[in-house]
């Protein structure tokens, strides 16, 4: 990431995740999952600015950074989220992102393997100009997600994947989503970050790898 986009955004970010961690923290609900990176959720910010998002899609809500770092990006943005009912920290963040930004975010807790598809029932396709896949980290949780963001994304929407990192056991699953994504050309990869920093490849060692594309 250009360092000028990090450092605009920086003071809020430290910010904000410091007041949802410490909501969480006294709802007395432990938190399971370490959050989204400073650098890439001024990365979701850059994007959502940058190119006029109005509608997100996001599997893996947790405790609703990635959430916040959207809705600050834009007045105008929403977001549908998407968790697992085992997070039981969730609810308590969803409470301090209704109380920043009211009306603008809706919470599904339900595994997203069956949630997805009846989003999509109920809603049709083609309604989201982006979307951040972050929940399951298991191949057979990520296709699906990634597939069901596709019909629920306009052609040529934005796409951020993250934990692209096969070198530890969370990221496996991602990366091979990711790759036979591309390879059936249900994506087009545009930018690899390596712990914030632009990439060529996926590689290691690195402790946050995310992928930025358009689905086809």
Not at 52 to 67: K, L, P, R, T, Y
Not at 92 to 103: L, M, N, S, T, W
Request: with cysteine; aromatic share 10%; charged share 25%.
């Amino acid at each position: 990431m250009e360092e000028r986009y990090l450092v605009r955004w920086f003071d809020m970010i430290r910010g904000f995740s410091k007041e949802i961690w410490d909501h969480v923290q006294h709802g007395d609900e432990s938190i399971s999952e370490l959050s989204s990176s400073v650098p890439e959720l001024a990365h979701l910010m850059h994007l959502v600015e940058t190119y006029e998002v109005q509608s997100v899609i996001e599997v893996g809500f947790n405790i609703g950074f990635s959430s916040h770092a959207f809705l600050s990006a834009s007045d105008s943005v929403q977001v549908v989220s998407f968790d697992h009912p085992k997070n039981l920290a969730s609810p308590i963040a969803k409470q301090f992102i209704d109380q920043r930004f009211p009306g603008r975010h809706r919470l599904i807790v339900e595994d997203s393997r069956t949630a997805l598809p009846k989003y999509l029932a109920e809603h049709g396709e083609s309604l989201f100009d982006m979307a951040f896949v972050d929940g399951g980290h298991e191949y057979d949780v990520v296709k699906p997600d990634l597939g069901n963001c596709q019909l629920l994304c306009r052609p040529g929407s934005l796409v951020v994947v993250d934990d692209l990192t096969p070198w530890v056991p969370w990221g496996v699953g991602p990366t091979r989503a990711w790759s036979e994504a591309l390879d059936a050309g249900d994506v087009m990869q545009e930018e690899i970050y390596r712990d914030g920093v632009l990439a060529d490849r996926v590689e290691g060692p690195a402790d946050r790898v995310w992928v930025q594309g358009r689905f086809k």
